[in-house]
């Protein structure tokens, strides 16, 4: 099968590498940013000139890109996916995307015979890095089916949720939770550094009792490094999955209390320059209205 990829980032990158290394497809890439390119044609794909050029003799094409106006300009934009795929070939989002969004891709996508899937991952770049990412997939039975063994190559976990966009609405409900937790974390984090405790010894009791989950393991191993950047996820990529379930919960009037605080929390730390941080740097905003830092 012939693959064209687009945006090989910090997420799009590992899944890429290990559809590259598990599977005999021919793999073409295209991004913005050539070294992450070259991550890839260093094993073996070929750079692609252009979005065009990725994807004229693809059979799969995928996105993983930031934000759903990105995934808009690369899908229905000039010279898109839209412009360049053939009939009865299948386009597949990884990006975490807006429901709307991928609605209004998949009708334009149908007008001209491609099967839409969208299929948002969980698992963070080290579960990018291992295959062990969750893959939640929306979109046409068949079509799953027919990408299930490309999907299978970088993921041990792909689930079939239902339609187009039920991926995206399961992956904001995981990430709006994951958040709400981290920003949990925080708070406990800061309690306990501020009451005297030793914060390591205070991650070690959290990891073996009743507060701790994957996205605890993940924020502890920033907050004791007190190293922030480069980002593994992006704080403005979580601002952006937690105001796509906040739009989702105005439009279906689900009231979000929890989400609805930590997107504010998460808008603070944008306001004070950290957008571009992991997104475990919400801890830093109680570490700076508080005047110190669980580092040591
Ligand atoms: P990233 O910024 O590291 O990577 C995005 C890549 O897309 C970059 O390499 C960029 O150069 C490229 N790009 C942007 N616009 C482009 C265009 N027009 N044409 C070609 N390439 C373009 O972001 P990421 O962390 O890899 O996130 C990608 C998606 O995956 C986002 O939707 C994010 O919400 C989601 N996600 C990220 C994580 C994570 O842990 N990082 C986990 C799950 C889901």
Redesign the pocket.
């Known amino acids: 099968m012939k693959v064209g990829y687009?945006?090989?980032?910090?997420?799009?990158?590992p899944m890429c590498r290990n559809l590259i290394k598990k599977s005999n497809h021919a793999v073409t890439v295209?991004?913005?940013?050539p070294a992450?390119v070259k991550t890839c044609t260093d094993l073996g794909a070929t750079a692609g000139k252009s979005?065009a050029d990725v994807t004229r003799d693809a059979d799969v094409v995928m996105t993983?890109?930031?934000?759903p106006k990105?995934v808009e300009?690369?899908t229905l934009g000039d010279n898109g996916i839209l412009a360049n795929i053939a009939k009865g070939k299948t386009y597949i989002d990884?990006?975490?995307?807006a429901p709307s969004m991928v609605k209004k891709i998949g009708a334009a996508m149908a007008a001209k015979g491609i099967a839409m899937l969208d299929a948002?991952?969980?698992?963070?770049?080290v579960g990018?890095e291992n295959a062990t990412?969750a893959i939640m997939v929306g979109g046409d039975r068949k079509a799953f089916d027919d990408a299930l063994p490309v999907l299978q190559s970088f993921s041990a976990n792909v689930i079939h949720m239902g339609p187009l966009g039920t991926g995206t609405v399961a992956?904001l409900c995981n990430n709006m939770m994951a958040f709400c937790n981290a920003a949990a974390a925080s708070e406990a984090m800061m309690l306990g550094v501020t009451a005297g405790l030793d914060p390591a010894k205070l991650v070690q009791v959290i990891a073996s009792s009743s507060g701790n989950s994957s996205i605890f393991k993940a924020f502890s191993e920033r907050a004791l490094s007190g190293k922030f950047s480069p980002?593994?996820?992006?704080l403005n990529?979580?601002h952006?999955?937690l105001h796509l379930a906040m739009e989702l919960a105005d439009e279906l009037d689900v009231p979000l209390p929890l989400g609805s605080a930590t997107h504010n929390l998460q808008r603070m730390a944008r306001k004070m320059g950290m957008g571009n941080n992991d997104s475990s740097t919400i801890l830093n905003v109680y570490e700076k209205t508080l005047g110190k830092t669980v580092k040591p």
């Open positions: 687009i945006g090989v980032g910090n997420m799009g990158g295209f991004d913005l940013n992450a979005i993983s890109l930031p934000m990105d300009a690369v990884l990006s975490t995307n948002p991952v969980s698992g963070g770049t990018a990412i992956k980002p593994s996820f992006a990529l979580a952006k999955d």
